[in-house]
C-alpha cells in the first residue's frame, strides 16, 4: 500500500522534508535501541517523553505509539502505512496530524 500525498511522497519533492524525516529517523532508532537495550538488561526503559501527545491521547500512548510502530519502520511509505493504520483502528481516536507530529516532533527529537 502506498499513502499518496505522505511524508514518503512530500519527501521526495521537498529537501527539507527529507531531511527532517531522515533526522527523526535516527532518533527513533536511537531511541528504540536505548530501549531494547534496557529491557535487554533487565532495567525499566528510560520513559519517552511526548506531553502534547499524552495529554491529547493518554499517558503513555505516545512512547506505544513510537516503539510499537514507528520504531519498527524501514523506510518513509512505512510511516504512512504506520499512520493510515492508526487512523483507521476504531479502538482509537487518533489524527493523521498528530500521528505525524509526534513522529516528527521536536519534542521527542
Same mark, same amino acid.
Given at each position: 500500500m502506498h499513502v499518496v500525498g505522505g511524508v514518503a511522497d512530500r519527501s521526495q519533492v521537498y529537501p527539507k522534508v527529507q531531511q527532517a524525516a531522515d533526522r527523526a529517523w535516527i532518533n527513533l532508532q536511537v531511541e528504540a535501541? =536505548? &530501549? &531494547?537495550? =534496557?529491557i535487554g538488561a533487565g532495567q525499566e526503559p528510560e520513559p519517552i517523553i511526548t506531553p502534547r501527545f499524552d495529554r491529547l491521547y493518554g499517558e503513555g500512548h505516545g512512547r506505544f505509539v513510537r516503539f510499537n510502530y514507528y520504531a519498527r519502520a524501514t523506510e518513509l511509505s512505512d510511516i504512512d502505512q504506520m499512520v493510515e493504520v492508526l487512523v483507521e483502528d476504531?479502538?482509537?481516536d487518533y489524527e493523521a496530524r498528530e500521528l505525524y507530529t509526534l513522529y516528527f516532533s521536536p519534542e521527542v527529537a
Open positions: 535501541f =536505548a &530501549q &531494547q537495550r =534496557a476504531e479502538d482509537n
